[in-house]
């Protein structure tokens, strides 16, 4: 809210002309929305039309110190996955956050935003590595490692194997100094 | 102590009178030695009220740190174990890091140690089975501490329960008073005596950091901060998640309050935290009789002394 107010008054029209309108848009977007997700994105998943504007394949690598990036199959996960949200914790999650946490705030963006299904970047709400970090905020690590596993740990490759990391995700730097020489 | 130390001038007077002059031996009577062995008795006892007072009101340094630990989140992966031997230089172990054969068998710290992981197995959830660390939960109120006879435990403000070595003298009390099992002894060397346990990290939280088996942690099951703030964290967990989390916190008021803290799903005995410890510190059940013994010792001789000075005196007067 905060922050749409600061939007409004960038632009110089009155805050409070600004808002009926725009309660009138939430509201009647709140009403529409389940019906157009449904019909955009059965069962939840996403649907194929959003494919083209997914990565196909990320790199993890902004906090490795002693280990090689991750090389993240985004693609392969899409498949497998029943829906964004077994992953992105922002839709049908247990712990949904505010739509305005995540969405942009302006209504162009925010209607893309919901048709499209745009997340922000992990490391905006996940903090990197500190010296003390939050300890009432998770940081971006634990959030990418508790995201894999979530599944990962129970097909028993990681956690149950403790080499289930740089044997599925990412190689000790040493290891892989020594294969590419 | 301070009211029975005032009142000994007083109680000495008649006895430096009789030693000033033989003819007036009288001058201890009976009375005087009964007043004097009274007033002493009653400051023992009000000194011993003022002190246990005293020690009540300090419900420790305000903002001492701690750490929270998730069980439901660890994942067994033992980083925290290597980061560990890492930050204080221990000796290689014989299975590594990455051996998930150690878990066999339900393990302890030990001098080369700090720290280990178990794991249990939850007939709840098969196949997602519970890891714990081990390691030294830093009492508010440490016992090891209170048993130790030469002071050689400190807690610090910052919250770690510190040893030193120097002070040591290998008699092992802190070993049978910690109701974590956490000190262990260095059994290697004969002459030095040592007990070695975990030390958060200490160097490294004065330097503004985490400890490294924190930092460590891949997917923070392990937080560091002020124990008060992880208090809140963890209330918020269990009432966000009561399917998750038992309703419990484990180590908020356990033997006083340890600044490690624990959240499990399974029951805390499940995975074998001693769930029999009272809520007061394990300082408060010797304290009465401990700090008793050097008044005992410093009166009775006093009251004896003086009682066989009252009857040698009557005698002579016969």
Redesign the interface.
């Known amino acids: 809210m905060r922050e749409s107010g600061s939007n409004h008054s960038r632009k110089g029209e009155p805050e409070m002309r600004k808002a009926i309108p725009l309660a009138i848009a939430f509201l009647v977007w709140a009403c529409a929305a389940p019906s157009l997700l449904a019909e955009t994105r059965p069962g939840n998943a996403p649907a194929p039309s959003f494919r083209g504007e997914m990565p196909t394949t990320v790199t993890l690598g902004g906090l490795s110190d002693r280990y090689e990036p991750v090389e993240f199959d985004h693609a392969g996960h899409v498949d497998m996955a029943s829906g964004c949200g077994d992953c992105h914790h922002q839709h049908g999650t247990e712990q949904p956050l505010g739509c305005r946490e995540c969405h942009s705030l302006d209504r162009s963006a925010f209607r893309r935003s919901v048709n499209v299904g745009t997340f922000r970047a992990c490391g905006e709400c996940h903090a990197g590595p500190s010296p003390r970090p939050d300890p009432a905020r998770t940081g971006l690590a634990a959030a990418y490692h508790r995201a894999c596993f979530g599944c990962h740990r129970e097909v028993g490759s990681v956690g149950e194997d403790p080499k289930g990391c740089t044997e599925m995700c990412h190689a000790k730097k040493e290891t892989a100094r020594a294969a590419r020489k | 102590m301070v009211k029975s130390r005032e009142r000994r001038p007083a109680g000495k007077d008649p006895g430096e009178g009789r030693g000033g002059s033989r003819e007036e031996k009288p001058g201890i009577s009976r009375r005087d030695c009964l007043k004097a062995l009274t007033a002493a008795g009653s400051a023992t006892l009000i000194g011993g009220s003022v002190d246990a007072h005293a020690y009540k009101k300090f419900s420790g340094w305000p903002d001492r740190c701690g750490v ?1 630990a998730d069980l439901t ?1 660890c ?5 925290c174990e290597a980061a560990c031997n890492r930050a204080n230089g221990l000796p290689k172990p014989d299975v590594p ?2 051996e ?1 054969s150690v878990f066999e068998e339900k393990r302890r710290p030990t001098a080369s140690a700090y720290t280990v992981v178990n794991r249990y197995e939850d007939p709840e959830k098969p ?3 519970l890891y714990r660390k081990v390691q030294c939960n830093h009492c508010n109120e440490p016992g090891c501490a209170s048993a130790c006879p030469v002071r050689a435990y400190t807690k610090t403000p910052e919250g770690a329960v510190l040893y030193n070595k120097d002070l040591c003298f290998g008699c092992r009390y802190c070993m049978v008073a910690c109701p974590f099992y956490a000190p262990a002894y260095d059994y290697e060397s004969a002459l030095e005596p040592r007990v070695v346990k975990c030390t958060m990290c200490h160097g490294r939280v004065k330097a ?3 400890p490294a088996c924190v930092e460590a ?4 099951a392990i ?3 002020k124990r008060k ?2 208090i809140k ?1 963890a209330e918020t967990r269990i009432r ?2 009561p399917d998750r989390y038992v309703d419990h916190i484990y180590g908020e008021h356990e033997v006083g309050g340890t600044s490690w803290l624990y959240l499990s799903r399974a029951p805390f005995e499940r995975v074998d935290f001693p769930t029999n410890l009272p809520e007061k510190p394990l300082v408060e059940q010797t304290k009465g009789f401990l700090s008793s013994v050097p008044l005992v010792l410093v009166l009775w001789p006093a009251f004896l002394g003086m009682a066989y000075a009252a009857t040698r005196n009557k005698e002579d007067d016969k």
């Open positions: 929270l989140e994942v067994g992966c033992r980083s890091f990455d998930k196949g997602t089975p503004g950091g985490v942690c891949p997917v923070e937080k560091f901060g703030e992880l964290i966000n998640r």
